[in-house]
């Protein structure tokens, strides 16, 4: 009985949200049905779709990998920082599959130089390391500056976590 109840006040719910969230053609169901409560198939895969994110959520993932990777270089754990280094690549492509505009940039910009800075995190070697660590941070900013996102630049992420 009581599933019965909270279906019809999802329902509710479900009408007032689609009418309160601007920009958003069909009810988007609140609560725990969130996707399960959506209409059809359709509209639960596009509820995923969004979720997931574009470039913009490839990037945080990409960006706290970064963080990670400038920590095990600083360990001297390059096994860590080569699985890292896979998972950037990975989260940078899972991007690009979402904005293929992107991918030009992307490309001649950071995907270029990625080999090259896995050997040197091969190497295990510290200063050849730090240094392709710096060749990678030069890509991300360079990037951003071709994509007009300088502002990106501007913060501790790459400020702060630098080898000299
Ligand atoms: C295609 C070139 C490109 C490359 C390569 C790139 N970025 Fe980005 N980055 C962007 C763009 C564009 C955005 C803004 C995306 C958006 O919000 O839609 C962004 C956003 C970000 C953000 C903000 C994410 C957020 O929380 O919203 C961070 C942090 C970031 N990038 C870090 C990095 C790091 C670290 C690297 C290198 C490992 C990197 N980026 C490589 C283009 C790039």
């Known amino acids: 009985m009581r599933k019965g109840v909270g279906r019809g006040w999802k329902v509710a719910l479900a009408t007032v949200a689609g009418v309160a969230i601007a920009g958003v053609t069909m009810a988007q169901p609140i609560g725990e049905g969130w996707i399960l409560g959506a209409e059809n198939d359709a509209a639960r895969f596009e509820l995923l779709q969004d979720d997931a994110g574009g470039f913009g959520r490839a990037m945080f993932e990409a960006s ?60 295990a070697d510290p200063a050849t390391a730090r240094a392709a660590f710096m060749t990678a941070r030069e890509a991300c900013m360079a990037c951003h500056v071709a994509e007009e996102r300088a502002y990106l630049n501007d913060q501790r992420l790459f400020t702060d976590l630098v080898f000299n």
């Open 64 to 123: 706290i990998r970064y963080e990670r990777l400038y920590e095990a270089l600083t360990d001297g754990n390059y096994e860590l920082a080569r699985h890292h280094w896979d998972t950037i690549e990975a989260s940078i492509g899972n991007g690009i599959v979402r904005r293929p505009g992107r991918a030009p940039n992307a490309e001649a910009i950071f995907l270029a130089e990625w080999e090259t800075i896995d050997a040197a995190f091969e190497s």
